[in-house]
Each structure stands twice: as structure tokens, then as C-alpha cells.
């Protein structure tokens, strides 16, 4: 199974992600927004030092459907530079809400980034669902080779700290990767 975090680093929801995984002796993959690696150098730094691997989510979140490819490639492309200055190689993208244009798609493909989608989102960021239902929509489809999106965000927290703890309890039987590990 494959967890994933979207929209981080952040220092007040990351750490415990970390921790949590850290005691749960899982990897994940953090796909993360440019400008908030920008903001949080260190936490990005520990995400890759507690051997997590991480992706591409644009610099500013920016919605495929609501930017021109122009302004969208750019926003990638910035995000991209933030990563690599980190030292850090990855050709992993996921686009924010899910969503891209096609061309934006095949120019991101054309800039040898790998485009990860999922088989399960937690809705965790919603809060009109309950902490219950976002782990319930995880248990009930979770499988061998499940990809998982969690946010690492403050709207999503209360959901998320509970739908991980019970996934990575639900499944302890199962091995936690890095999506680059496929």
C-alpha cells in the first residue's frame, strides 16, 4: 500500500505525520507545494532524511482547469527548482484537486515527471465528512497496492490524524512504500 500526503510541509501537521509514520515503521510520499517547501526548508529536509520520498504538487496549488498551460507549466516548473535545490532528484508530479488539461498533462510528461493519481483520496480536508467516515471510505477500498491521499494541512488535520492511525493500525499486516518504490 502506498500513503501519500498532499499540500505540506507544514510545521503544524507534518511533524506528527512523521512521527506517526516513524512509529508505524512506514514510508510514504509527500507531495508537496513549492512555496510551502520554500517556507519550511527544515521540514522538507526531514521528510527526506526519515527516507520518505517526495513529489511535485506546483508551486502555489495552482487548479489545472483554472490556469493557462503557460501559467500552469511555470507554476511546475518553480516547484521543481525548489525541490532540486534541496539536492534533491524526483520525477514525481501530482496535480492539485486531481485535475489538469490534457496538454498541461502532456507537457508534464514531455518534462519526464510521472504523474501520480490515486485509487483512494480520505476526503480528509472536507469537513463535512466525520473522522469515522474518512477512515471508513479508506477501509472499506483499501487492497494491495492502494494509493492513499492524506493532506498534511490544517483543514484536513482532525481527519486525517485519525483516518492514519487507524489505517496504519487496520493494516499492520500490509507493507507502507514509497511511491517511487512501485
Known amino acids: ?22 512509529k508505524h515503521k512506514a514510508k510514504a510520499t509527500f507531495f508537496c507545494i513549492g512555496d510551502n517547501i520554500r517556507k519550511h526548508p527544515r521540514l522538507f529536509k526531514q521528510i527526506l532524511a526519515e527516507g520518505h520520498a517526495v513529489g511535485n504538487h506546483t508551486f502555489y496549488h495552482s487548479s489545472g482547469w483554472k490556469s493557462s498551460l503557460k501559467d500552469y507549466l511555470k507554476d511546475v516548473r518553480r516547484c521543481q527548482d525548489v525541490i532540486e535545490l ?10 492539485p484537486y486531481g485535475k489538469c488539461t490534457s496538454a498541461q498533462a502532456r507537457a508534464v510528461l514531455k518534462d519526464h515527471q510521472h504523474i501520480i493519481m490515486w485509487s483512494i483520496i480520505s476526503k480528509d480536508y472536507d469537513a463535512r465528512i ?47 512504500n514509497r511511491i517511487d518504490l512501485l
Open 1 to 22: 500500500m502506498f500513503l501519500t500526503f498532499d499540500d505540506g510541509p507544514i510545521p503544524e501537521v507534518t511533524p506528527w505525520v512523521l512521527e506517526t509514520l516513524k
Open 86 to 95: 534541496n539536492s534533491v532528484e524526483s520525477n514525481l508530479f501530482r496535480p
Open 130 to 176: 466525520s473522522k469515522e467516515a474518512c477512515f471508513e471510505r479508506i477501509q472499506t477500498k483499501a487492497k494491495p497496492g492502494s494509493i492513499i491521499v492524506f493532506h498534511d494541512s490544517l483543514k484536513a488535520e482532525t481527519n486525517m490524524k485519525h483516518a492514519l492511525e487507524k489505517t496504519l493500525k487496520t493494516f499492520s499486516d500490509y507493507q507502507f
